[in-house]
């Protein structure tokens, strides 16, 4: 099997069912779900109101194409346009992360006409051919052929790189002078595309503020700045609706990415920007699965869930405790090197003791231990997979959060 085909365990797990914060396998063992379903299950697994919206709409029609307009597919769009901050927006509707930012390059190359794209050094943004092209994490980029020029840019990672010594003011004025500096030597770029805190790179952020620096920079010069969204989005980060907040002083990204947590596990993913660069396209452009009924209405009803349940206080709340107990617990665990995150997307660093070298065994045992005793979590990275991934459904209540770190605690106490 090729080292990139990212299947868990040593003996793969194969999931029959879920409820809540719970999955249960074909052994009929039963999990704590920590990385409900990549992030994609944002409020609980078979939470009813979805299923309901999801059957309810499967009895009237599951599918009609974006040639015609359908009820749940405007009502998302204008609820996901309104929250979205950005002036005058407009929603495409994807299947997949991937394709949303497909999407948003092929409207920034057209809008700025030109093929140079910035992107974050230890990015993941899809598997498609220009996606995977400008990724700048080299274990899930296998090529070197872009259809796109490609610039990478420092800062995304506040703990490596040539800045990571200096203090978080002076780290961001490093990195814009160093944005600068690109800017200088190369041909106009369309946009630079940022996670705003990086999710396959072992979630990792710069300080708070960068995003919005570089966007003073990036618009002086016309360049647009793309916020891919897909892993950040719908509260998860506890602090803001939108990872991208958290540098908002200079106002919003002129396009965002979303996909993974809207649908709760349904295939939806999209681009929000404004109408002047939405309509700078002058060929159709339609995706045949985009804004399917049967996905819209399990969005809607799971955006409405969230909404109505302060589900990004429940990931504040719950995720700063959760995050406080590790760090407890990391103080007294020399494998691990940092404990970071905000809300319910944590990320725990192993490294050797004494060398601080990344150490992707230990994560793997981490993983593997934590299996045996009834939790599941993510793991991921740049260089090397030494990250632990930490990002339950957002309904976790402070029990769950408890045994969940119970089991990691003594995962990572078994590390030798
Ligand atoms: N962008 C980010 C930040 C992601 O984490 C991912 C997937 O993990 C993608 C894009 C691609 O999304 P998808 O797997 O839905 O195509």
């Not at 749940?72 to 927006?89: C, F, H, K, N, Y």
């Not at 969230?306 to 107990?325: C, K, S, Y």
Request: aromatic share 6%; net charge negative; with cysteine.
């Amino acid at each position: 099997m090729p080292d990139w085909l990212a299947l868990y365990y040593d003996d793969p797990i194969e999931i029959t069912h879920g409820e809540g914060r719970h999955v249960w396998d074909s052994d009929g063992n039963r999990y704590l779900d920590f990385f409900g379903g990549i992030l994609t299950t944002m409020t609980a697994h078979a939470l009813p109101e979805v299923t309901k919206a999801v059957s309810e709409q499967a009895g009237r029609i599951i599918h009609s194409s974006t040639l015609y307009l359908n009820r749940p597919m405007v009502e998302l769009a204008e609820r996901i346009a309104q929250l979205s901050g950005i002036p005058d927006a407009r929603v495409f509707f994807t299947t997949s992360g991937t394709e949303a930012n497909d999407t948003a390059l092929l409207l920034a190359t057209t809008y700025r006409r030109s093929n140079t794209i910035l992107a974050m050094r230890n990015s993941y943004h899809g598997r498609s051919f220009s996606a995977v092209g400008i990724t700048g994490n080299r274990g899930w980029s296998p090529t070197s052929l872009s259809p796109l020029q490609t610039l990478y840019v420092h800062g995304a990672v506040r703990s490596r790189g040539p800045f990571a010594h200096l203090d978080d003011d002076a780290f961001i004025a490093a990195c814009v002078d160093d944005l600068k500096d690109l800017l200088g030597h190369t041909r106009p770029p369309a946009a630079l595309i940022a996670e705003p805190i990086q999710g396959v790179g072992g979630f990792t952020s710069p300080p708070d503020g960068l995003y919005a620096a570089f966007r003073d920079v990036l618009h002086e010069r016309g360049i647009l700045w793309i916020a891919d969204e897909v892993q950040t989005g719908w509260g998860r980060t506890g602090d803001h609706f939108w990872g991208w907040q958290a540098h908002a002083r200079s106002g919003p990204p002129d396009i965002v990415t979303f996909a993974k947590g809207i649908g709760n596990g349904m295939s939806i993913g999209g681009v929000v920007a404004r109408a002047e660069i939405m309509n700078c396209l002058d060929a159709n452009s339609i995706s045949t699965f985009g804004g399917t009924q049967i996905t819209m209405a399990a969005g809607l009803a799971n955006l409405t869930y969230l909404l109505e349940h302060d589900l990004q206080g429940n990931a504040r709340r719950v995720g700063g405790l959760l995050i406080e107990r590790l760090r407890a617990v990391a103080a007294q665990v020399p494998a691990v090197r940092e404990v970071r995150g905000r809300g319910l997307m944590i990320g725990v660093e192993l490294a050797r003791p004494g060398t601080g070298e990344a150490d992707p065994q230990a994560a793997s045992a981490v993983l593997e231990a934590c299996r045996a005793d009834g939790l599941l979590i993510g793991k991921g990275g740049g260089h090397d997979t030494s990250a632990l991934r930490i990002a339950p459904p957002l309904t976790l209540t402070v029990a769950e959060a408890e045994e969940g770190a119970a089991i990691l605690e003594r995962a990572l106490r078994s590390i030798p």
